[in-house]
């Protein structure tokens, strides 16, 4: 195997989870040059003793290294979806155009792709990517539920209430009332 410093990192999907997996390799001697989402680089190459090693640690951690090409793009996507949704700004286009305009592939081919290896398709994990970031607005109660749908580009509070109770089984209003904890972790979507 070569050596090499950058790595794609599976089921990395906040700040926190880069901040974690970064204070546990360096306790394990690891020199983190930089770590975001996704992705980690290491202050100089790791031979094959030390690659091994650094999986043992980032799967200890609940994380996994991205090897092969379909999962690195089918990460990629996964990580432009919840910076998406979480950036509050609406689509200019729709949901197929800003994947393929991000990762220069065409869409029928990303959509084949993360189907094979989700087992769901990309609209599927957009939605339910929708949903959670919905739970955690209801459960924080800043915004209103017209807010939140405005927020997450709905068409309208209808709408959105409609594709919430399909996915919870509640409407956001009864969600918002009993306000338990209700979300679900994002790697598990």
Do not use: W
Not at 17 to 43: D, M, P, T, Y
Not at 112 to 140: D, P, T
């Amino acid at each position: 195997m070569d050596t090499k410093k950058n790595f794609l990192i599976k089921n990395m999907v906040c700040s926190h989870c880069a901040e974690v997996l970064k204070e546990k390799l360096e306790e394990n001697g690891f020199r983190v040059q930089k770590i975001e989402l996704g992705e980690l680089q290491l202050a100089g190459p790791v031979d094959q003793t030390a690659y091994k090693r650094l999986v043992s640690v980032v799967r200890k951690n609940g994380f996994d290294i991205i090897n092969d090409e379909a999962s690195q793009i089918v990460e990629r996507i996964k990580h432009l979806i919840i910076d998406h949704i979480r950036s509050s700004e609406p689509l200019n286009g729709n949901l197929s155009e800003y994947l393929s305009d991000r990762i220069h592939k065409d869409y029928q081919q990303l959509s084949r792709l993360f189907s094979a290896v989700e087992g769901k398709s990309i609209e599927r994990y957009f939605i339910l990517q929708k949903i959670e970031r919905a739970k955690e607005l209801i459960v924080y109660g800043e915004k209103t539920l017209s807010e939140i749908a405005y927020e997450l580009d709905y068409s309208s509070q209808q709408h959105f209430s409609r594709q919430f109770k399909k996915e919870t089984g509640l409407a956001p209003s009864h969600f918002k009332n009993i306000k338990e904890n209700k979300r679900t972790s994002i790697d598990q979507l």
